[in-house]
Nanobody, 126 residues
C-alpha cells in the first residue's frame, strides 16, 4: 500500500498564492515509475483532475482551468510532489487530493489513480 500525505492547504484571498506538498511512502525509480499529481473536489461537484507530473519530471500535465496559474514539480530524493498555485480564484476552492499511479498522467481520469491521499482544504476568499 502506497501512502500519500498532503500539506499546505489553507485560506487565501483571491489573487493570492499557495503551495501544496505531498509525501509518498514509496521511492520513484526507473524500475518503479510512478506518476504523481493532484485532483480536487468542490462541494457538490465531482472530483476533477488538476495536474500531474511523470516519474522523472520530464512531462507535466495540467487541466485547462489551471494552465499558466499552477506549477507542478517533484523531488524524487524526498519522494514529494508539490503544486505551486498562484492567481487563485474563488472557484479554486476545493479539497485537493494527492494521487499516484503507473498509468495516471497521460490518462487523467480518477480511474487511472492507484492511490489517494486524504486531501487538504484550499479556500479562496473574494
Amino acid at each position: 500500500q502506497v501512502q500519500l500525505v498532503e500539506s499546505g492547504g489553507g485560506l487565501v484571498q483571491a489573487g493570492g498564492s499557495l503551495r501544496l506538498s505531498c509525501g509518498s511512502s514509496v521511492r520513484t525509480t526507473t524500475s518503479n515509475r510512478y506518476t504523481m499529481g493532484w485532483f480536487r473536489q468542490a462541494p457538490g461537484k465531482e472530483r476533477e483532475f488538476v495536474a500531474a507530473i511523470s516519474w522523472n519530471g520530464m512531462f507535466k500535465y495540467y487541466a485547462n482551468y489551471v494552465k499558466d496559474r499552477f506549477t507542478i514539480s517533484r523531488d524524487n530524493t524526498k519522494n514529494t510532489v508539490s503544486l505551486q498555485m498562484s492567481s487563485l480564484k474563488p472557484e479554486d476552492t476545493a479539497v485537493y487530493y494527492c494521487a499516484t499511479g503507473r498509468t495516471f498522467g497521460s490518462d487523467q481520469s480518477p480511474a487511472a489513480v492507484q492511490y489517494w491521499g486524504q486531501g487538504t482544504q484550499v479556500t479562496v476568499s473574494s
